[in-house]
């Protein structure tokens, strides 16, 4: 059984940057997607950035941005370590929700209900 915990976020001003990190445990599929939502108050959970680790022959590694976040959000990932990292730069009150991270097995959309594992989401306040 794959599970995910979730460190970093917080609180910061407008311009500020902040880190989450993700560490998966059990996450033995070959080929594998994990990725950051959000979801702020009242709104629906959205995606932020995701990395689809392929299976090293035909099925190649690829990142994904959502626009919102593309040039200010860079997601890294560690495949001995199974840690997803988002180092969030020039930040906006905007940025501001719960982040979950997420896994799943094989392709890799953003969209939340194609993933069936999740962490408990951290808090990123982002004050103007």
């Known amino acids: 059984q794959v599970q995910l915990v979730e460190s970093g976020g917080g609180s910061v001003q407008a311009g500020g940057s902040l880190r989450l990190s993700c560490v998966a445990s059990?996450?033995?599929?070959?080929?594998?997607?994990m990725g950051w939502f959000r979801q702020a108050p009242g709104k629906e959970r959205e995606a932020v950035a995701r990395?689809?680790?392929?299976?090293?022959?035909?099925?190649?590694?690829?990142?994904f941005y959502e626009d919102s976040v593309k040039g200010r959000f860079t997601i890294s990932h560690d495949n001995a370590k199974k840690t997803l990292t988002l180092l969030m730069n020039s930040q906006k009150p905007e940025d501001t929700a719960i982040y979950y991270c997420a896994a799943r097995a094989g392709v890799c959309y953003g969209i939340p209900s194609t993933f069936n594992t999740w962490g408990q989401g951290t808090q990123v306040t982002v004050s103007s």
């Open positions: 990395v689809y680790k392929g299976d090293g022959d035909t099925l190649h590694d690829d990142t």
């Open positions: 059990g996450l033995t599929y070959n080929t594998y997607c």
